[in-house]
């Protein structure tokens, strides 16, 4: 549910992404982050109006995981309109989540504005204030709870090893970085790393990034219970199809 803003644990997880997320030390601040957690801020960034987003990367990964199987034309057309809607299933949860948070919560700030400002006057002895304290990556103009990252990942993951299976090993690239290659045992831990790469970017708290990932997860569990389910039993629209399928 929506975090506590006053509460112990959402200190403790502005704290870390002050440690974690900023973009240089300060002087009451030193960057904790390694430079392979560098590197998959970027691998999972695509935020570009040139670059595929994170909807789109997803949607190639599934494309990818599909040709290496061979899945047939029809199969992987149905593997493609779940992983889509799926996401926009996703899309909707996060940004309503983002907007409209319900029960007199207002949206929550981004941890650059706690740490910049809110921080000196939470009533916290576990917060800082840092005044010059910048995220690793640009701070997007919306609010932080849930990470749309996140959701999207958490959809996409839900589709993909409903189908391949869940120790589904693979490789992927992205538009962000050239040559550079990321391997995964199974599509719930690129998605959990797709996650903590906004950590690293200063961008979302842990929460919002987690319960953005199970929100993402849940949303495409209705899409996989309805939307193109496999038929069972021979095809009745000619010899098109390979597996029969449905739209419900």
């Given at each position: 549910g929506y975090p506590d803003f006053g509460s112990e644990e959402y200190a403790q997880e502005i704290e870390e992404i002050r440690r974690i997320g900023g973009a240089e030390n300060t002087a009451l601040t030193t960057i904790e982050r390694t430079a392979d957690q560098e590197e998959l801020v970027f691998f999972w960034l695509v935020d570009d109006v040139d670059t595929e987003?994170?909807?789109?990367?997803?949607?190639?990964?599934?494309?990818?995981?599909?040709?290496?199987?061979?899945?047939?034309?029809?199969?992987?057309?149905?593997?493609?309109?779940?992983?889509?809607?799926?996401?926009?299933?996703?899309?909707?949860?996060?940004?309503?989540?983002?907007?409209?948070?319900?029960?007199?919560?207002?949206?929550?700030?981004?941890?650059?504005?706690?740490?910049?400002?809110?921080?000196?006057n939470d009533g916290s002895d576990l917060t800082i204030q840092d005044p010059d304290w910048r995220s690793f990556d640009d701070t997007?103009?919306?609010?932080?709870?849930?990470?749309?990252?996140?959701?999207?990942?958490g959809a996409s993951y839900a589709v993909l090893e409903s189908i391949f299976g869940e120790d589904y090993e693979f490789s992927t690239i992205t538009q962000e970085l050239d040559g550079v290659t990321r391997s995964f045992s199974s599509?719930?831990?690129?998605?959990?790393?797709?996650?903590?790469?906004?950590?690293?970017?200063?961008?979302?708290?842990?929460?919002?990034?987690?319960e953005g990932e199970t929100a993402g997860f849940a949303a495409a569990q209705a899409i996989l219970d309805t939307l193109a389910a496999p038929l069972t039993g021979e095809p009745t629209f000619g010899t098109l199809a390979t597996t029969p399928w449905i739209l419900a």
């Open positions: 987003r994170p909807p789109g990367q997803w949607l190639r990964i599934g494309q990818e995981v599909s040709v290496a199987e061979e899945q047939s034309l029809i199969d992987s057309a149905r593997t493609l309109a779940q992983l889509g809607v799926a996401q926009a299933n996703a899309g909707i949860i996060a940004w309503t989540g983002k907007w409209f948070p319900g029960d007199g919560q207002a949206p929550q700030p981004r941890p650059v504005s706690v740490i910049n400002h809110i921080a000196g997007p103009p919306f609010p932080d709870y849930v990470s749309g990252h996140a959701t999207f990942g599509f719930e831990e690129a998605a959990r790393e797709n996650t903590e790469s906004r950590f690293f970017a200063g961008v979302h708290v842990r929460s919002a990034g987690i």
